[in-house]
Protein backbone atom coordinates (compact mmCIF):
# COMPACT_ATOMS: atom_id res chain seq x y z
CA UNK A 1 0.00 0.00 0.00
CA UNK A 2 2.80 2.36 0.72
CA UNK A 3 3.77 4.35 -2.20
CA UNK A 4 7.71 6.38 -2.33
CA UNK A 5 9.37 8.23 -5.26
CA UNK A 6 12.34 7.09 -3.75
CA UNK A 7 13.26 3.79 -1.94
CA UNK A 8 14.11 5.92 1.50
CA UNK A 9 13.32 9.30 2.31
CA UNK A 10 15.67 10.22 5.18
CA UNK A 11 14.24 13.45 6.09
CA UNK A 12 10.72 15.69 5.57
CA UNK A 13 9.61 18.76 6.43
CA UNK A 14 6.48 17.55 7.78
CA UNK A 15 4.54 14.26 8.16
CA UNK A 16 0.93 13.96 8.81
CA UNK A 17 0.08 10.76 10.43
CA UNK A 18 -3.19 8.77 11.50
CA UNK A 19 -5.14 10.52 9.43
CA UNK A 20 -8.80 9.34 7.31
CA UNK A 21 -7.29 10.62 3.64
CA UNK A 22 -9.45 11.37 1.35
CA UNK A 23 -7.29 11.43 -1.94
CA UNK A 24 -9.74 12.40 -3.98
CA UNK A 25 -7.90 10.62 -6.69
CA UNK A 26 -9.05 8.65 -9.97
CA UNK A 27 -10.31 5.93 -7.98
CA UNK A 28 -11.15 7.81 -4.93
CA UNK A 29 -9.24 5.92 -2.71
CA UNK A 30 -10.06 6.26 1.25
CA UNK A 31 -6.81 5.29 3.77
CA UNK A 32 -8.13 4.91 7.04
CA UNK A 33 -4.96 5.27 9.86
CA UNK A 34 -2.91 6.90 6.70
CA UNK A 35 0.23 9.19 6.76
CA UNK A 36 1.28 11.68 4.10
CA UNK A 37 4.55 13.21 4.25
CA UNK A 38 5.63 16.46 3.05
CA UNK A 39 9.22 17.78 1.30
CA UNK A 40 9.67 21.55 -0.14
CA UNK A 41 6.05 22.02 -0.69
CA UNK A 42 5.57 18.53 -2.44
CA UNK A 43 3.79 15.18 -1.19
CA UNK A 44 6.60 12.43 -1.61
CA UNK A 45 5.00 9.63 0.63
CA UNK A 46 1.70 8.41 1.08
CA UNK A 47 0.93 5.36 3.09
CA UNK A 48 -1.21 3.19 5.51
CA UNK A 49 -0.63 2.53 9.18
CA UNK A 50 2.41 3.22 10.96
CA UNK A 51 4.54 5.49 9.94
CA UNK A 52 7.94 4.10 8.47
CA UNK A 53 10.75 4.17 10.40
CA UNK A 54 13.21 5.89 7.99
CA UNK A 55 10.93 8.70 7.80
CA UNK A 56 12.36 11.94 10.33
CA UNK A 57 10.29 14.32 10.00
CA UNK A 58 10.92 18.69 10.70
CA UNK A 59 7.21 19.09 11.95
CA UNK A 60 4.82 15.91 12.88
CA UNK A 61 0.89 16.62 12.98
CA UNK A 62 -0.91 13.61 14.93
CA UNK A 63 -4.49 13.74 12.89
CA UNK A 64 -5.90 11.17 14.72
CA UNK A 65 -9.96 11.29 14.42
CA UNK A 66 -9.21 13.92 11.50
CA UNK A 67 -10.00 13.74 7.93
CA UNK A 68 -7.45 14.63 5.23
CA UNK A 69 -8.18 15.99 1.77
CA UNK A 70 -7.04 18.09 -1.21
CA UNK A 71 -7.35 21.96 -0.23
CA UNK A 72 -10.13 23.41 -1.86
CA UNK A 73 -10.26 25.70 -4.52
CA UNK A 74 -12.55 28.89 -5.03
CA UNK A 75 -12.11 29.56 -8.82
CA UNK A 76 -14.85 33.00 -8.16
CA UNK A 77 -14.44 35.84 -5.62
CA UNK A 78 -14.21 39.70 -5.90
CA UNK A 79 -11.62 40.78 -2.78
CA UNK A 80 -12.73 44.24 -2.40
CA UNK A 81 -16.50 43.34 -1.54
CA UNK A 82 -14.98 42.42 1.95
CA UNK A 83 -15.66 46.08 2.70
CA UNK A 84 -19.43 45.70 1.48
CA UNK A 85 -20.92 43.22 3.16
CA UNK A 86 -24.64 43.79 3.25
CA UNK A 87 -25.06 46.56 1.28
CA UNK A 88 -26.77 46.87 -1.70
CA UNK A 89 -29.44 43.41 -0.11
CA UNK A 90 -32.28 42.48 -1.62
CA UNK A 91 -31.82 43.41 -5.21
CA UNK A 92 -31.00 42.01 -8.50
CA UNK A 93 -27.62 42.64 -10.25
CA UNK A 94 -27.73 45.67 -11.73
CA UNK A 95 -29.30 47.58 -8.88
CA UNK A 96 -27.02 45.85 -6.55
CA UNK A 97 -24.39 46.83 -8.04
CA UNK A 98 -25.03 50.29 -8.68
CA UNK A 99 -26.46 50.67 -4.72
CA UNK A 100 -23.17 48.97 -3.70
CA UNK A 101 -19.96 47.48 -5.45
CA UNK A 102 -19.78 50.21 -8.43
CA UNK A 103 -19.77 53.42 -5.82
CA UNK A 104 -17.37 51.50 -3.57
CA UNK A 105 -15.16 50.06 -5.98
CA UNK A 106 -14.47 53.34 -7.65
CA UNK A 107 -12.84 55.04 -4.44
CA UNK A 108 -11.38 52.49 -3.09
CA UNK A 109 -7.19 52.84 -2.34
CA UNK A 110 -4.64 50.21 -2.55
CA UNK A 111 -4.35 50.06 0.96
CA UNK A 112 -7.47 49.15 1.30
CA UNK A 113 -7.76 46.62 -1.49
CA UNK A 114 -4.47 45.00 0.72
CA UNK A 115 -7.41 44.98 3.98
CA UNK A 116 -9.77 43.44 1.79
CA UNK A 117 -7.62 40.75 0.52
CA UNK A 118 -6.12 39.74 4.05
CA UNK A 119 -10.11 39.81 5.20
CA UNK A 120 -10.45 37.54 1.94
CA UNK A 121 -8.03 35.42 2.05
CA UNK A 122 -7.83 34.74 5.54
CA UNK A 123 -11.54 33.51 6.00
CA UNK A 124 -10.87 31.17 3.04
CA UNK A 125 -7.80 29.28 4.45
CA UNK A 126 -10.35 29.20 7.73
CA UNK A 127 -12.88 27.54 5.22
CA UNK A 128 -10.31 25.27 3.99
CA UNK A 129 -9.36 26.50 0.97
CA UNK A 130 -5.94 26.72 -0.47
CA UNK A 131 -6.45 28.59 -3.37
CA UNK A 132 -8.45 31.67 -4.44
CA UNK A 133 -8.89 32.93 -7.79
CA UNK A 134 -9.79 37.29 -7.53
CA UNK A 135 -11.75 38.38 -10.14
CA UNK A 136 -10.33 42.01 -9.93
CA UNK A 137 -12.36 44.84 -12.42
CA UNK A 138 -11.25 47.72 -10.44
CA UNK A 139 -8.62 49.25 -12.63
CA UNK A 140 -9.00 52.93 -13.06
CA UNK A 141 -5.47 52.85 -10.55
CA UNK A 142 -2.57 50.13 -11.65
CA UNK A 143 -1.87 50.29 -7.95
CA UNK A 144 -5.02 48.62 -6.76
CA UNK A 145 -3.40 45.43 -8.53
CA UNK A 146 -0.73 45.65 -6.30
CA UNK A 147 -2.27 46.24 -2.97
CA UNK A 148 -4.67 43.42 -3.83
CA UNK A 149 -1.97 40.71 -4.77
CA UNK A 150 0.02 41.78 -1.66
CA UNK A 151 -2.49 41.20 0.79
CA UNK A 152 -3.11 37.91 -0.91
CA UNK A 153 0.73 37.18 -0.45
CA UNK A 154 0.58 38.43 3.17
CA UNK A 155 -1.49 35.35 4.03
CA UNK A 156 0.21 32.48 2.16
CA UNK A 157 -2.57 31.46 -0.25
CA UNK A 158 -1.95 30.40 -3.86
CA UNK A 159 -3.94 33.02 -5.84
CA UNK A 160 -5.31 33.26 -9.09
CA UNK A 161 -5.44 36.89 -10.15
CA UNK A 162 -7.88 37.73 -12.67
CA UNK A 163 -7.08 41.23 -14.03
CA UNK A 164 -10.03 41.85 -16.27
CA UNK A 165 -11.11 44.85 -17.95
CA UNK A 166 -14.14 46.64 -19.74
CA UNK A 167 -14.08 48.58 -22.78
CA UNK A 168 -17.71 50.11 -22.86
CA UNK A 169 -20.82 49.78 -20.24
CA UNK A 170 -21.50 53.45 -18.52
CA UNK A 171 -25.47 53.43 -19.77
CA UNK A 172 -25.38 49.90 -17.72
CA UNK A 173 -23.88 52.30 -14.79
CA UNK A 174 -20.15 51.32 -15.39
CA UNK A 175 -18.19 53.92 -13.80
CA UNK A 176 -15.91 56.11 -16.52
CA UNK A 177 -13.11 55.36 -14.85
CA UNK A 178 -13.35 52.16 -14.88
CA UNK A 179 -13.33 52.29 -18.73
CA UNK A 180 -10.56 51.29 -20.63
CA UNK A 181 -8.90 50.43 -24.32
CA UNK A 182 -8.55 46.30 -24.34
CA UNK A 183 -4.88 47.13 -25.60
CA UNK A 184 -4.45 49.40 -22.81
CA UNK A 185 -5.91 46.64 -20.75
CA UNK A 186 -3.67 44.29 -22.06
CA UNK A 187 -0.69 46.44 -21.22
CA UNK A 188 -1.18 46.33 -17.77
CA UNK A 189 -1.85 42.34 -17.45
CA UNK A 190 1.79 41.87 -19.23
CA UNK A 191 3.23 44.38 -16.57
CA UNK A 192 1.46 42.47 -13.61
CA UNK A 193 2.92 38.90 -15.27
CA UNK A 194 6.02 40.88 -16.06
CA UNK A 195 6.88 41.93 -12.28
CA UNK A 196 5.32 38.86 -10.37
CA UNK A 197 7.38 36.39 -12.97
CA UNK A 198 9.33 35.01 -10.31
CA UNK A 199 5.94 33.70 -7.96
CA UNK A 200 6.12 30.40 -9.86
CA UNK A 201 2.43 28.53 -9.62
CA UNK A 202 1.95 30.64 -6.04
CA UNK A 203 0.71 33.36 -8.44
CA UNK A 204 -0.69 33.25 -11.57
CA UNK A 205 -1.45 36.47 -13.59
CA UNK A 206 -4.94 35.91 -15.78
CA UNK A 207 -7.48 38.44 -17.73
CA UNK A 208 -10.68 38.72 -19.49
CA UNK A 209 -13.68 40.96 -20.41
CA UNK A 210 -15.51 41.83 -16.74
CA UNK A 211 -19.17 41.47 -18.36
CA UNK A 212 -20.99 40.93 -21.70
CA UNK A 213 -22.43 44.30 -21.27
CA UNK A 214 -19.61 46.70 -20.57
CA UNK A 215 -16.70 44.29 -23.34
CA UNK A 216 -17.12 45.49 -27.43
CA UNK A 217 -16.51 42.49 -30.11
CA UNK A 218 -13.10 44.14 -30.40
CA UNK A 219 -12.50 44.13 -27.01
CA UNK A 220 -13.35 40.44 -26.97
CA UNK A 221 -10.93 40.20 -29.95
CA UNK A 222 -8.08 42.23 -28.87
CA UNK A 223 -7.84 40.39 -25.72
CA UNK A 224 -8.35 36.74 -26.92
CA UNK A 225 -5.27 37.58 -29.02
CA UNK A 226 -3.42 38.57 -26.53
CA UNK A 227 -4.16 35.09 -24.80
CA UNK A 228 -3.73 32.67 -27.32
CA UNK A 229 -0.13 34.39 -28.49
CA UNK A 230 0.81 34.64 -24.64
CA UNK A 231 -0.42 31.07 -23.70
CA UNK A 232 -2.90 33.35 -20.58
CA UNK A 233 -5.86 31.69 -19.36
CA UNK A 234 -9.01 33.87 -18.60
CA UNK A 235 -12.22 34.00 -17.21
CA UNK A 236 -15.86 35.78 -17.61
CA UNK A 237 -19.01 36.57 -16.13
CA UNK A 238 -21.64 34.70 -18.96
CA UNK A 239 -24.99 34.23 -18.87
CA UNK A 240 -25.51 35.23 -15.13
CA UNK A 241 -28.77 37.15 -15.68
CA UNK A 242 -30.70 37.60 -18.98
CA UNK A 243 -29.16 40.53 -19.58
CA UNK A 244 -26.21 39.10 -21.41
CA UNK A 245 -28.15 37.87 -24.31
CA UNK A 246 -30.51 41.14 -24.25
CA UNK A 247 -27.18 43.58 -24.29
CA UNK A 248 -25.75 41.01 -27.39
CA UNK A 249 -29.28 40.50 -29.13
CA UNK A 250 -29.51 43.97 -29.42
CA UNK A 251 -26.29 44.76 -30.21
CA UNK A 252 -24.72 42.03 -32.04
CA UNK A 253 -27.52 39.76 -33.53
CA UNK A 254 -26.29 36.89 -31.39
CA UNK A 255 -26.81 35.43 -27.85
CA UNK A 256 -23.34 35.21 -26.36
CA UNK A 257 -22.55 31.84 -26.16
CA UNK A 258 -23.03 31.63 -30.09
CA UNK A 259 -21.28 35.01 -30.64
CA UNK A 260 -17.84 34.01 -28.39
CA UNK A 261 -18.24 30.19 -30.93
CA UNK A 262 -18.13 32.03 -33.79
CA UNK A 263 -14.98 34.38 -32.73
CA UNK A 264 -12.83 31.17 -31.71
CA UNK A 265 -13.37 32.45 -27.95
CA UNK A 266 -14.50 29.42 -26.39
CA UNK A 267 -11.24 27.24 -25.18
CA UNK A 268 -9.86 25.47 -22.59
CA UNK A 269 -8.17 28.47 -21.50
CA UNK A 270 -11.69 29.72 -20.33
CA UNK A 271 -13.11 29.92 -17.22
CA UNK A 272 -17.06 30.75 -17.21
CA UNK A 273 -18.27 32.23 -14.61
CA UNK A 274 -21.95 31.42 -13.21
CA UNK A 275 -23.67 30.20 -16.64
CA UNK A 276 -27.08 30.71 -15.17
CA UNK A 277 -28.71 30.63 -18.42
CA UNK A 278 -26.92 28.28 -20.44
CA UNK A 279 -29.25 26.33 -22.66
CA UNK A 280 -28.29 22.75 -23.79
CA UNK A 281 -26.69 23.93 -27.13
CA UNK A 282 -24.47 26.12 -25.19
CA UNK A 283 -23.24 23.52 -22.59
CA UNK A 284 -22.08 21.50 -25.55
CA UNK A 285 -20.58 24.18 -26.68
CA UNK A 286 -18.61 24.44 -24.01
CA UNK A 287 -18.00 20.64 -23.30
CA UNK A 288 -16.50 20.47 -27.01
CA UNK A 289 -14.23 23.35 -26.58
CA UNK A 290 -13.18 22.11 -22.63
CA UNK A 291 -14.76 25.32 -21.30
CA UNK A 292 -14.85 25.15 -17.42
CA UNK A 293 -17.82 26.35 -15.17
CA UNK A 294 -17.47 28.01 -11.60
CA UNK A 295 -20.63 27.44 -10.16
CA UNK A 296 -21.20 30.12 -7.61
CA UNK A 297 -25.02 29.54 -5.89
CA UNK A 298 -25.13 31.40 -2.54
CA UNK A 299 -24.97 34.54 -4.61
CA UNK A 300 -26.85 33.27 -7.56
CA UNK A 301 -29.42 33.01 -5.11
CA UNK A 302 -28.75 36.31 -3.23
CA UNK A 303 -29.18 38.17 -6.55
CA UNK A 304 -32.19 36.11 -7.60
CA UNK A 305 -30.22 34.83 -10.56
CA UNK A 306 -31.63 31.54 -10.15
CA UNK A 307 -29.62 27.73 -10.42
CA UNK A 308 -27.57 27.23 -12.58
CA UNK A 309 -27.80 23.98 -14.92
CA UNK A 310 -25.33 21.65 -13.27
CA UNK A 311 -25.88 17.94 -13.33
CA UNK A 312 -26.50 18.78 -17.24
CA UNK A 313 -22.87 20.47 -17.55
CA UNK A 314 -21.37 17.29 -15.38
CA UNK A 315 -23.38 14.82 -17.71
CA UNK A 316 -22.38 16.66 -21.06
CA UNK A 317 -18.43 16.42 -19.59
CA UNK A 318 -17.91 20.24 -18.70
CA UNK A 319 -15.83 20.68 -15.95
CA UNK A 320 -17.38 21.96 -12.75
CA UNK A 321 -15.78 24.02 -10.31
CA UNK A 322 -16.94 26.00 -7.07
CA UNK A 323 -16.76 29.65 -6.16
CA UNK A 324 -18.04 32.20 -3.23
CA UNK A 325 -18.52 35.43 -5.40
CA UNK A 326 -17.71 38.32 -3.46
CA UNK A 327 -18.42 39.16 -0.06
CA UNK A 328 -21.18 41.66 -1.14
CA UNK A 329 -23.00 39.55 -2.41
CA UNK A 330 -22.70 36.51 -0.99
CA UNK A 331 -22.37 37.86 2.03
CA UNK A 332 -19.25 35.88 2.84
CA UNK A 333 -15.83 33.65 1.60
CA UNK A 334 -16.91 30.87 3.68
CA UNK A 335 -16.62 28.09 1.09
CA UNK A 336 -18.62 25.47 3.16
CA UNK A 337 -21.30 27.61 3.27
CA UNK A 338 -21.23 27.30 -0.68
CA UNK A 339 -20.76 23.74 -0.52
CA UNK A 340 -23.59 22.93 1.06
CA UNK A 341 -25.76 25.75 -1.44
CA UNK A 342 -24.11 24.10 -4.30
CA UNK A 343 -25.48 20.81 -3.40
CA UNK A 344 -29.00 21.64 -1.73
CA UNK A 345 -29.45 23.99 -5.00
CA UNK A 346 -29.70 21.52 -7.37
CA UNK A 347 -31.85 18.93 -5.33
CA UNK A 348 -34.19 21.81 -4.26
CA UNK A 349 -35.28 23.18 -7.89
CA UNK A 350 -34.81 19.85 -9.65
CA UNK A 351 -37.23 17.96 -6.58
CA UNK A 352 -33.72 14.96 -6.79
CA UNK A 353 -32.52 14.66 -3.73
CA UNK A 354 -29.92 12.53 -5.96
CA UNK A 355 -28.84 15.09 -8.21
CA UNK A 356 -25.73 16.29 -6.87
CA UNK A 357 -23.89 14.06 -4.32
CA UNK A 358 -21.83 15.01 -1.10
CA UNK A 359 -18.59 13.43 -3.39
CA UNK A 360 -19.85 14.66 -6.15
CA UNK A 361 -19.66 18.30 -4.72
CA UNK A 362 -16.45 17.52 -2.95
CA UNK A 363 -14.54 17.02 -6.45
CA UNK A 364 -16.37 19.59 -7.33
CA UNK A 365 -14.19 22.12 -5.05
CA UNK A 366 -11.13 19.59 -5.05
CA UNK A 367 -10.34 17.95 -9.15
CA UNK A 368 -12.59 20.49 -10.73
CA UNK A 369 -11.27 23.73 -9.26
CA UNK A 370 -7.56 22.28 -9.93
CA UNK A 371 -8.80 21.69 -13.60
CA UNK A 372 -10.90 25.15 -14.00
CA UNK A 373 -7.17 26.72 -13.15
CA UNK A 374 -5.03 24.31 -15.39
CA UNK A 375 -3.24 23.19 -12.73
CA UNK A 376 -5.13 19.32 -12.34
CA UNK A 377 -1.65 18.21 -12.27
CA UNK A 378 -0.22 19.96 -9.87
CA UNK A 379 -3.56 20.16 -7.22
CA UNK A 380 -6.75 18.73 -6.76
CA UNK A 381 -6.16 15.44 -5.13
CA UNK A 382 -3.90 13.55 -2.61
CA UNK A 383 -0.89 11.70 -4.65
CA UNK A 384 2.58 11.69 -4.50
CA UNK A 385 4.25 14.23 -6.93
CA UNK A 386 1.39 16.89 -6.07
CA UNK A 387 1.65 19.55 -4.48
CA UNK A 388 0.65 20.14 -0.90
CA UNK A 389 -2.50 21.80 -0.39
CA UNK A 390 -3.83 20.50 1.95
CA UNK A 391 -6.74 20.69 4.98
CA UNK A 392 -7.58 18.71 7.84
CA UNK A 393 -10.91 18.43 8.78
CA UNK A 394 -11.78 17.80 12.65
CA UNK A 395 -15.35 15.93 12.64
CA UNK A 396 -15.31 16.55 16.85
CA UNK A 397 -17.60 19.03 16.83
CA UNK A 398 -21.44 19.14 18.07
CA UNK A 399 -22.63 20.50 14.78
CA UNK A 400 -20.87 17.38 12.96
CA UNK A 401 -20.79 14.73 14.82
CA UNK A 402 -21.13 11.74 14.69
CA UNK A 403 -19.17 11.44 11.68
CA UNK A 404 -20.37 8.32 9.22
CA UNK A 405 -19.58 9.70 5.83
CA UNK A 406 -16.93 11.95 5.70
CA UNK A 407 -18.38 13.50 2.36
CA UNK A 408 -21.44 13.93 3.73
CA UNK A 409 -20.41 15.48 7.14
CA UNK A 410 -18.12 17.76 5.03
CA UNK A 411 -20.73 19.12 2.74
CA UNK A 412 -23.93 19.34 5.09
CA UNK A 413 -22.97 19.38 8.49
CA UNK A 414 -19.88 21.55 8.84
CA UNK A 415 -18.53 25.36 9.35
CA UNK A 416 -15.08 26.90 9.53
CA UNK A 417 -14.49 25.80 13.45
CA UNK A 418 -13.98 21.98 11.47
CA UNK A 419 -11.12 23.25 9.43
CA UNK A 420 -8.30 22.13 11.98
CA UNK A 421 -5.25 23.12 9.71
CA UNK A 422 -4.78 24.41 6.42
CA UNK A 423 -1.50 23.76 4.34
CA UNK A 424 -0.48 25.13 1.34
CA UNK A 425 2.56 24.64 -0.97
CA UNK A 426 3.72 22.24 2.54
CA UNK A 427 3.16 25.64 4.91
CA UNK A 428 0.83 25.10 7.76
CA UNK A 429 -0.89 28.24 6.98
CA UNK A 430 -3.99 28.09 9.98
CA UNK A 431 -3.99 25.61 12.46
CA UNK A 432 -6.71 25.64 15.45
CA UNK A 433 -7.69 29.12 15.14
CA UNK A 434 -4.14 30.70 14.95
CA UNK A 435 -2.69 32.19 11.31
CA UNK A 436 0.52 31.81 10.46
CA UNK A 437 0.72 35.37 8.83
CA UNK A 438 0.48 36.49 12.67
CA UNK A 439 -2.22 38.70 11.30
CA UNK A 440 -5.01 39.55 14.45
CA UNK A 441 -8.83 39.36 13.39
CA UNK A 442 -9.73 42.41 15.82
CA UNK A 443 -6.83 44.14 14.63
CA UNK A 444 -7.94 43.43 11.21
CA UNK A 445 -11.57 44.60 11.63
CA UNK A 446 -10.39 47.78 13.76
CA UNK A 447 -8.60 48.87 10.44
CA UNK A 448 -11.37 48.21 8.18
CA UNK A 449 -13.52 50.10 10.14
CA UNK A 450 -11.04 52.91 9.90
CA UNK A 451 -10.91 52.98 6.39
CA UNK A 452 -15.04 52.49 6.03
CA UNK A 453 -15.57 55.44 7.48
CA UNK A 454 -13.29 57.45 5.08
CA UNK A 455 -14.89 55.67 2.39
CA UNK A 456 -18.52 56.37 3.60
CA UNK A 457 -17.68 60.44 3.97
CA UNK A 458 -16.26 60.48 0.40
CA UNK A 459 -19.53 58.94 -1.12
CA UNK A 460 -21.69 61.20 1.56
CA UNK A 461 -19.62 64.56 0.10
CA UNK A 462 -20.02 63.26 -3.61
Given at each position: MNQSTNPIEESVDLLISHATICTMDASRRVIRNGYVAVNNGTIVRIGEGNIPTDIRSAQTIDAAGQVLLPGFIDTHTHIFQSFLKGLGADHRLIEWLNRSALPYGALMTPYQHRLAAQLTCMEALKSGCTTLCEFFYTDQNPQLADGCIAGMEDTGIRSVFIRTFQDAGEDYGMPACMIEPAEQAMEEVSRLRKDYADRGDMLSIWTGPDVTWSTTRDGYRTMLEYCLSENVRYAMHIDETEVDNAMCREHYGQSIVPMLDDMGFLTDKMLGVHCVNLTDDEIRRFADHGVSVSYNPVSNMYLGSGAAPIRECLDTGVNVSVGTDGAASNNTTNYLESLKFAALIQKGFSRDAARITAEQTIAMATNGGAKAIGMEDRLGSIEIGKRADL????????????????????????????????????????????????????????????????????????
Open positions: VLFEPRHLTSIPMHDPYATMVYSSTPENIATTIVNGRVVYRNGSFACGIDERDLAGAIDVELDKLRKQLADN
